[in-house]
């Protein structure tokens, strides 16, 4: 039934198209923002998971960068140590060379000089960001290195971490204020490494050079060679230098072990942190094939709300009509 003074039909009309453009504006907000849940209001229980989650997402990016900054320090320090694995056995393949009757010691000596002059060199440039694993000048060296692998998140929210640790004195080639802790600078008992005891009583402990501006270690004698270098101090020196050798090229591969772990766990720190973002998406963001149907469908709701909404306008101008043909 019409009624002059309300519209029934129309205001039923009213109500769903305003229904209608509500539910519009919601799946609108959405396509344009990308987020399904986008404030605490929407849901409030999915949009705390997604909040923590991109919270540990960032701190997974923070342990990509430690990662980053601790594979370029160990990447420092095996880069040197090859080439100190390398210069050793040229010194090893020179003092065997020395052997040889009718070789000139003194000018073999020079090029093992040389080659010293060069581990000098390569440990003291082994530095990146203030660190420097294979050469020490400090009275109290900082040996126990650390890297921020990764982190968990107990029951109750709290926040662990966990480090990939390694021991540098392994590597420490070179230390001027302390010769014994560096591995080229400190004595070696050749006796202990099952060679000929040496003719006249001549100490045994040898150490391979004197770092520039430290102190020699006490009671050894530098490997070196002269004119008067006897035979069985000569198998001393090349027994000791071939147990430094086997020492560096142990800390070498010790530091490959680190370099591969780091990139283990950089590889599934990536990953993680994709799950994880896949994850908040899965949660919060728009399904944009979902959101498109919707949209279309509810324009077109929108469309028939507005039509119906002027066909029950219209009925108070039909009833005004019949009434003046009375």
Known sequence: MSNVTTNPAASAALTVLRGINTDLGVVQQQVSSGYRIQT?????????????????????????????????KVDTASTAMDTVVSLLTQIQAKLVSATEAGTDKDAINSDIQQLKGQLQSVTQSASFSGENWLYNSAQQPTTQQSVISNFTRGTSGQISFTTIN????????????????????KNVDASTLGTSSSSGGTARNYYLLAASGGSTPAGGTEIALSSSTTADELTDMINVTNSLLKSATSADSTLG????????????????????KSSVGDLVD???????????????????????????????????IILQSK
Request: glycine share 4%; aromatic share 4%; net charge negative.
């Open 40 to 72: 605490a209001s929407d849901d409030p229980t999915y949009w705390s998971m997604a909040t923590t989650m991109r919270s540990d997402q960032s701190s997974l990016s923070t342990i990509t960068d430690a990662l980053g900054l601790g594979a370029s």
């Open 166 to 185: 390694y021991d540098s004195s392994q590597t420490l080639m070179i230390d001027t204020a302390n010769p014994s802790r560096g591995l080229l600078t």
């Open 257 to 276: 072990l680190m370099k591969s772990n780091i990139d283990s766990q950089s590889d599934y720190i990536s990953k993680l942190s994709d799950a994880i």
């Open 286 to 320: 728009t399904n944009m094939e979902e959101a498109s149907v919707r949209q279309s469908a509810l324009q077109t709701a929108q469309q028939m709300g507005v039509q119906a909404l002027s066909i029950a306008n219209s009925m108070a101008s039909k009833v005004l």
